[in-house]
T-cell receptor
Framework: ETGVTQSPTHLIKTRGQQVTLRCSSQ?????VSWYQQALGQGPQFIFQ???????GRGNFPPRFSGLQFPNYSSELNVNALELDDSALYLC????????????FGPGTRLTVT | AQSVTQLGSHVSVSEGALVLLRCNYS??????LFWYVQYPNQGLQLLLK??????LVKGINGFEAEFKKSETSFHLTKPSAHMSDAAEYFC???????????FGSGTRLLVRP
């Protein structure tokens, strides 16, 4: 139990639609990262937020965007969904004083048809 | 650029046998290295981490890993496999000065009774 929760657990969307995934971290975890894990692969870094500002971005297009809120929750938004966006989306949070230990949530399984 | 390579997408061992999961890294500077475990339909759980302290790192569930700079390796071992160890294991390296994790492609551990 990492104290990081994600919702929804599963989601089915149609190509071209938009989706919002949510993550809730533990109190004090002011850094949150989002990863995409395609089937049979390791997680790929999407972006990271620190104190509500984007702090780094991986090789993902601008239609992937995020928000981080003062209550240690965050969102991942994906516009104009494509079939290849089907994946498990993981969020991970960490304490400022222990940034090397990231706590992962259980993930949201997104299927795009 | 930092990266990790996990040799063997699948490893099968008998219950009670030694577990050895291989990870090699490429990094121009001393890296921070991690092993995560992922059980079916779950997120990632941190097993252990190397952060430039002792080269032999002990983690949870009886796992340990040894950092060998000369071999650029960080292999994961466990003396005696248990059925509950069956899962996907990911090696990861922290990228540069950010907290971004770069994951290997994973190794699925199968434990035979």
């Amino acid at each position: 139990e990492t104290g990081v929760t994600q919702s929804p657990t599963h989601l089915i969307k149609t190509r071209g639609q938009q989706v919002t995934l949510r993550c809730s971290s533990q109190s004090g975890h002011n850094t949150v990262s989002w990863y995409q894990q395609a089937l049979g692969q390791g997680p790929q870094f999407i972006f990271q937020y620190y104190r509500e500002e984007e702090n780094g971005r991986g090789n993902f297009p601008p239609r992937f965007s995020g928000l981080q809120f003062p209550n240690y929750s965050s969102e991942l938004n994906v516009n104009a969904l494509e079939l290849d966006d089907s994946a498990l989306y993981l969020c991970a949070s960490s304490l400022e004083r222990n940034p090397y230990e990231q706590y992962f949530g259980p993930g949201t399984r997104l299927t795009v048809t | 650029a930092q990266s990790v390579t996990q040799l063997g997408s699948h490893v099968s061992v008998s219950e009670g046998a030694l577990v050895l999961l291989r990870c090699n890294y490429s990094s121009s500077v001393p890296p921070y290295l991690f092993w995560y475990v992922q059980y079916p339909n779950q997120g990632l759980q941190l097993l252990l981490k190397y952060t430039s302290a002792a080269t032999l790192v002990k983690g949870i569930n009886g796992f340990e890993a040894e950092f060998k700079k000369s071999e650029t390796s960080f292999h994961l071992t466990k003396p005696s496999a248990h059925m509950s160890d069956a899962a996907e294991y990911f090696c990861a390296v922290r990228k540069d000065s950010s907290y971004k994790l770069i994951f290997g492609s994973g190794t699925r551990l199968l434990v035979r009774p």
